[in-house]
C-alpha cells in the first residue's frame, strides 16, 4: 500500500470526488513522534492494543501494534487487505482507520476508539434487550452491509464477536469489525473459497460458490441468536452441522417468540433461507416491514423474556472458551509441531531440492499434499502471494499457519493430549480448570454440555475434535 497525499495540500475542486482512501497515512516512522500512549487495553499473540491520544488534535484512539517479527507472511497480506478494505469504506457503521505507521520492527494500524465492547456481552451482562432496541442494533448492521454490498465487498465472517458498541450509554450504536478476510466478487460477481465461521456460514459457502447474500444468512443468525439466545443449528461435527445448515428447519415453537411480533419471524425466513436467490437482498432486508414498524415507532420496548438471556450467556460463555483454546493451539501447538511435519512434507515435494515448489512440482504432489487436482491448483494461487509462479518455503509453511490448520485432527490432537496431563484419554474437569484459568463455572458447563455427547462427565477425544471442527474453519 503506497504513501498517501500529505494533509498540507491544496483540497480537491468542487468536482473532483475524493477517494477515501487518501485519507489513511501509510508513513514510516514511531507512533510515538505523533501519540502519547495513555494505556494498554487489550494483549494478542501478535502484539498490544493501546488506548492513545493524539498530540495533533487531542484526539482518543486505539492503536494496534502488530511485531513483524510475530507475522507470517499470510498474517503480513491479510492486515494489509483489510487496511486497504477499511481505508476505502467510510460508513458510520463500520470502524475506521486513521493511519498505518510502520517502524522497522512493527506495523501500527490507528483506528478510531470504540468502547462500547461487545454487542451480545452488554445483552448478556444488562439483561436488558427489547424488539425496539434489537430493531435498531440490526438497522446498524445491515446498514453497514448494504453499504459494503453496494461496493461489491463482502465480509464473509459476520459473527458476535465482529460487532462492537460505540460507547457504554444508552445511546450505543454497531461498528462492524474485522474485515480480514472481506473480499470483493469476480467477475462472475462470485466467490469461491471456503472460508468464515461454520455456525454463521451460508449453505453455499460449503460449496465455495456464494455471492453477498451469504452476508444476509450470516445477519439473519445473529438475529435470532439474539432474540432466542441460541444457534439455529447445531451438530455434533462438522458434517452434522452442515447438514443442519443446509436443510434450514428452524424452530419457530420456544416461548421466546409469543413475546416478539410475528414479523422477526417473516424477515428471518427471508434472511436464512438456503436458496440464496430467493434469500433477501441486504435493501430488501432494509425495506422489511419490521424496520418500517421501527422507524415509525410501532415496535415494543418491553423487554424479551429471561430464557433468552440465559441462553445468551451461556452461548457467550462457550464462545470465549472456544476462542481460548484457538489461541492455545496457534502459540503452544502449531509453532512446535506443525512446523516440522511441514517441513518434511515440502523437502518430499521438491524433487529438484532447489527450495522451491514449481506448479508442476505441486501438481505431482498433490496426493502427498492429500489435495485433488483442482484444490492443488487453488493453493498454488492462494499461497503465492507475490505471483512469482514459484513457492517458497515460507509461503508454503506460513499456508499451513492459519486456522484451518488449528482445526486439522492430528493438531486438535496433540492438543488434547497437552490437556490430558492423567494420560488416560479423556478430559476431565479439573484438568482443564488447571490449565484454563478464569473461566466461570457457567461457562465449564456450557463447554461440557456441548462437547460432551455421551454425559459420561469427561470429554473424549473424539468428542473434543468434533466440538472444535463444528465451530472453527
Not at 169 to 184: E, H, L, N, P, R
Request: charged content about 25%.
Amino acid at each position: 500500500m503506497g504513501c498517501c497525499q500529505s494533509r498540507t495540500e491544496s483540497l480537491p475542486r468542487k468536482n473532483t470526488m475524493l477517494d477515501r482512501s487518501q485519507l489513511v497515512f501509510h508513513t514510516q516512522g514511531l507512533p510515538r513522534d505523533k501519540y502519547t500512549t495513555v494505556k494498554i487495553i487489550g494483549k494478542g499473540s501478535y502484539g498490544i492494543v493501546s488506548l492513545v491520544e493524539d498530540k495533533r488534535t487531542g484526539t482518543f484512539r486505539a492503536l494496534k501494534e502488530l511485531q513483524k517479527k510475530s507475522l507470517s507472511k499470510r498474517d503480513e497480506f491479510t492486515m494489509i487487505r483489510e487496511v486497504t478494505t477499511l481505508s476505502q469504506i467510510d460508513h458510520p457503521n463500520i470502524m475506521k482507520v486513521i493511519e498505518l505507521i510502520e517502524s522497522p520492527g512493527s506495523y501500527n494500524i490507528i483506528t478510531e476508539l470504540i468502547e462500547g465492547g461487545e454487542l451480545l456481552e452488554k445483552i448478556t451482562t444488562e439483561k436488558k434487550l427489547s424488539e425496539k432496541q434489537a430493531a435498531k442494533f440490526m438497522h446498524d448492521i445491515m446498514s453497514a452491509v448494504y453499504y459494503c454490498h453496494t461496493k461489491g465487498i463482502v465480509h464473509r465472517d459476520l459473527k458476535p464477536q465482529n460487532l462492537l458498541l460505540t460507547s457504554k450509554t444508552q445511546y450505543a450504536s454497531v461498528k462492524v469489525i474485522d474485515f480480514g478476510i472481506a473480499d470483493k466478487l469476480n467477475s462472475h460477481g462470485k466467490i469461491t473459497d471456503v472460508i468464515g465461521t461454520p455456525l454463521f456460514m451460508s449453505p453455499e459457502m460449503f460449496e465455495g460458490n456464494y455471492d453477498e447474500k451469504c452476508d444476509i444468512w450470516s445477519v439473519g443468525v445473529i438475529l435470532y441468536t439474539m432474540i432466542t439466545g441460541n444457534i439455529p443449528f447445531n451438530g455434533s461435527d462438522i458434517l452434522k452441522l452442515k447438514e443442519s445448515i443446509r436443510s434450514a428447519n428452524i424452530d419457530y415453537t420456544r416461548p421466546v417468540w409469543s413475546t416478539v411480533s410475528a414479523d422477526i419471524q417473516d424477515l428471518l425466513k427471508h434472511m436464512i433461507d438456503p436458496n440464496p436467490k430467493t434469500r433477501f437482498s441486504a435493501e430488501q432486508v432494509l425495506n422489511h416491514k419490521w424496520f418500517l414498524n421501527y422507524k415509525t415507532g410501532n415496535l415494543s420496548n418491553n423487554p424479551i423474556s429471561d430464557e433468552a438471556f440465559d441462553n445468551l450467556a451461556k452461548f457467550h460463555a462457550t464462545d470465549k472458551l472456544h476462542e481460548f483454546i484457538l489461541m492455545f493451539i496457534s502459540s503452544c501447538i502449531i509453532d512446535e509441531e506443525a512446523n516440522k511435519e511441514l517441513a518434511k512434507l515440502f523437502k518430499s515435494i521438491d524433487k529438484n531440492n532447489d527450495g522451491r515448489l514449481s506448479v508442476d512440482e505441486v501438481i505431482n504432489g498433490y496426493k502427498e499434499l492429500g489435495l485433488s487436482l483442482t484444490q492443488a491448483d487453488e493453493m498454488i494461487k492462494e499461497i503465492d502471494l507475490n505471483q512469482s509462479g514459484m513457492i517458497e518455503y515460507s509461503e508454503f509453511i506460513t499456508a499451513a499457519q492459519n486456522r484451518k490448520l488449528a482445526c486439522q485432527k492430528d493438531i486438535l490432537e496433540k492438543t488434547f493430549k497437552t490437556y490430558d496431563v492423567g494420560g488416560d484419554g479423556y478430559l476431565s474437569l479439573s484438568e482443564l480448570k488447571a490449565l484454563i484459568p478464569g473461566i466461570e463455572n457457567t461457562e465449564w458447563k456450557k463447554f461440557f454440555n456441548d462437547a460432551d455427547k455421551d454425559k459420561d462427565g469427561v470429554i473424549s477425544l473424539k468428542e473434543f475434535i468434533d466440538y472444535m471442527l463444528a465451530r472453527d474453519l
